[in-house]
């Protein structure tokens, strides 16, 4: 699904080519280096650095999630918080995601939706027609553009990812988990590398199953979400941060630097 129109097409075929002569391509996940070398792209020649984030930045900070809430100015703190950070673009499939939130909603409706991202507003009618569509209207709020997660990181007990393809390694996943809050994800990209079994997955594209992982999310046992929330973080510093990253890139370079006529 790496070719979704003729532009996208014409950017891919001039990559492929490119990545021949290149020293080194580079990826973030290993999921995008198995797509593109089966999409033709020097194999022989790919590395994979995986993202990281900044964990001094991203943390579960000193409040609940509830007074967070509060601060945040959110309505009903004490209802659960369900984040939902995605651009409204097919990849990114709302009206899957939104399918589910419909169906957690026959089963249990103490809970509210926050979806942010780019054209994620009121003034986009195609999505406000599909928040009507699956009669969530009272359950949904859209806030655009964010510019700072951090504190809307800390205050969801769920961050939800619905999408259907295109994910390699996640931004908003490790920021999630870096913050101790629950990731409920379709099983897209390198997230259940990513998640380690320290999330919920669903299959992509089936959104009872997604709702089902939501469901549990809602009533998981106190001592079982701490494990996760905890071993989540701990996973993000030991293997995600963005030092590690950024050591890694580094290793690259000055390994072709060594290996270029002087």
């Avoid at 990281?52 to 609940?64: E, K, Q, S, V, Y």
């Avoid at 909603?105 to 009618?125: E, F, I, M, P, Q």
């Amino acid at each position: 699904e790496l070719a979704v129109n003729k532009r996208t097409r014409a950017i891919i075929g001039a990559a492929r080519l490119a990545s021949r002569s290149a020293d080194a391509v580079l990826y973030c996940s290993e999921g995008a280096r198995r797509a593109h070398s089966g999409a033709g792209f020097s194999a022989a020649k790919s590395i994979v650095v995986e993202n990281g984030i900044d964990t001094a930045r991203f943390h579960p900070g000193d409040l609940t999630k509830q007074a967070q809430r509060t601060v945040l100015g959110i309505a009903e703190p004490e209802r659960p918080f369900i984040l939902v950070p995605a651009r409204y673009a097919p990849q990114k499939d709302h009206d899957g995601m939104l399918s589910a939130l419909r169906a957690l909603k026959r089963v249990s409706s103490h809970w509210h939706a926050y979806l942010c991202g780019h054209d994620v507003h009121n003034g986009n009618t195609a999505l406000t027609a599909l928040i009507a569509h699956h009669g969530l209207a009272d359950d949904v709020t859209l806030m655009g553009n964010i510019k700072d997660m951090t504190p809307f990181m800390r205050a969801a007990d769920i961050m939800l990812m619905g999408s259907a393809y295109g994910e390699a390694l996640p931004m908003v996943v490790l920021e999630a988990m870096a913050s101790e809050t629950l990731v409920v994800s379709t099983d897209v990209g390198d997230i259940a590398h990513v998640l380690d079994g320290n999330g919920l997955l669903a299959p992509p594209r089936h959104a009872d199953k997604l709702a089902g992982q939501l469901a549990s999310a809602l009533v998981m046992d106190t001592y079982a979400l701490e494990h996760k929330l905890r071993n989540a973080r701990i996973r993000v510093c030991n293997f995600f941060s963005k030092q590690q990253m950024f050591d890694g890139y580094a290793q690259i370079y000055r390994q072709l630097l060594l290996k270029s006529p002087h």
